[in-house]
């Protein structure tokens, strides 16, 4: 029988996980000479009627970002994704892949930068006084990452940026 403490997992699987972003990102040039000039894609409600990724180009954009938002509930520890019925579909697995592939269809260089909502909360704000709390938040939270790691692995993302907003959380674990 092989015993894990739990805790020591769950505070180094983000680090496995930034070592994946890194080992995986070693297989792309990610940055140049090229100045990085982009903007971040509101994701859509529904389905791309056509590529509206053109017009990004046509102002000089190179690269785009797109935000699949995670949400939990004020004071619950639980990270909730992907939620089958209030997630818009740019915010699925489904329409990050497709966003994705339309951008760079278009020439685009993508940064995937997934986040934790938290209505009428800051993110940054978010801490626990229980330590099952806090597990609960990083197993939740590392099975969202993961899930939005194996996505840039397979849509080749140059970019993948983790733990934005989240301030208590990084300088209490």
Same mark, same amino acid.
């Given at each position: ?68 938002? +995670?949400?939990? %509930?004020?004071?619950? @520890? !639980? ?7 209030? $997630? ?9 892949? +497709?966003?994705? %592939?339309?951008?760079? @269809? !278009? ?7 997934? $986040?934790v909502y938290i209505p009428g909360d800051f993110t940054g704000n978010m801490t626990f006084v ?44």
């Amino acid at each position: 029988m092989i015993l894990l403490n739990t805790s020591y997992f769950t505070k180094y699987s983000l680090v496995f996980c930034c070592f994946l972003v890194i080992s995986c990102a070693s297989n792309h040039v990610i940055f140049d000479s090229e100045k990085m000039n982009g903007l971040t894609v509101v994701a859509p409600p529904d389905p791309y009627k056509e590529n509206p990724f053109d017009s990004i180009s046509e102002i000089g954009a190179n690269w785009v970002a797109f935000v699949p938002y +995670a949400f939990q %509930r004020k004071k619950e @520890a !639980k990270v909730r994704y992907p939620l089958s019925n209030h $997630q818009w579909w740019g915010e699925t697995p489904e329409g990050i892949k +497709a966003s994705i %592939r339309e951008a760079k @269809a !278009k020439g685009l260089k993508i940064m995937l930068k997934p $986040q934790v909502y938290i209505p009428g909360d800051f993110t940054g704000n978010m801490t626990f006084v229980n330590e099952n709390d806090w597990l609960v938040w990083e197993e939740s939270y590392t099975d969202y990452i993961m899930s939005m790691a194996v996505i840039c692995e397979d849509q080749a993302v140059e970019l993948f940026c983790i733990g934005t907003e989240l301030k208590l959380a990084v300088k209490e674990r």
